[in-house]
């Protein structure tokens, strides 16, 4: 079955400064691939998503970018502000009818 | 527009009792997912629904639990006899139906934090 791995699990920058997470992924059938910010006590919430037919996607400060041939994605978060703290998820799916299997995730602190 | 609906959203229970999950999709969408969440971890998948058919519920334990969405109704994960380990957040997700056959993001409700005395 799928298995998605994530680095780093802990990541700590400055405010104003750029994060990158970065997810692998086994099934090269997968093709769908969701992130999801959860904060401590919260339901995780999806902040960006992208489909194996598309390379980069941007949502204002923030953007994934996906390599089907080595098979993994990235979260890249620029100008990161201290309501950017939290937990975030990758998980990937092979399409419709499939359920998503998560990476471990991430927890960014965005020091002031 | 309301989003996905879980009760309660903290429950406690004794080793042995049963405890009833429940999670009402947003408007809409047919699809019910149930994951469960350990502190400082992941979200492990646990079983996918539609309305009346179980179509994955190969992340679920094969004794003590089940899950079900029926035609009327909200979808329930029921523990029995529940033991210390099943303390956890449980998050259940729903998605749309079959309008498009590519994936559609799941929406995730608020979770049910289940604590076992």
């Known amino acids: 079955g799928e298995n998605v791995e994530q680095h780093p699990s802990t990541l700590s920058v400055q405010e104003g400064d750029s994060a990158v997470i970065k997810c692998t992924y086994s099934d090269s059938a997968s093709n769908y691939f969701p992130w999801y910010k959860q904060e401590l006590g919260k339901r995780p919430q999806l902040i960006i998503d992208i489909r194996s037919n598309v390379g980069e996607k941007k949502d204002q400060r923030i953007a994934v970018t996906l390599n089907k041939t080595a098979k993994h994605f990235s979260l890249h978060i620029t100008e990161t502000q201290p309501e950017d703290s939290a937990v975030y998820f990758c998980a990937a799916s092979k399409g419709y009818g499939q359920n998503f299997v998560f990476g471990p995730g991430t927890r960014l602190s965005v020091l002031p | ?117």
């Open chain 2, 1 to 117: 527009n309301a989003g996905v609906m879980q009760n309660p959203r903290h429950l406690v229970r004794r080793r042995g009792q049963e405890a009833r999950l429940r999670c009402s999709p947003m408007k809409g969408h047919s699809h019910v997912y149930w994951y469960r969440q350990l502190p400082e971890e992941g979200l492990k998948f646990m079983v996918y629904l539609q309305k009346e058919n179980i179509i994955d519920e190969s992340g679920m334990p094969k004794e003590r639990f089940s899950a079900e969405f029926p035609k009327e109704g909200p979808s329930i994960l029921r523990i029995q006899q529940v033991v210390r380990g099943d303390s956890a957040a449980y998050f259940c997700a729903s998605s749309p139906g079959q309008r498009t056959y590519s994936n559609q993001p799941q929406h995730f409700g608020d979770g049910t934090r289940l604590s076992i005395l």
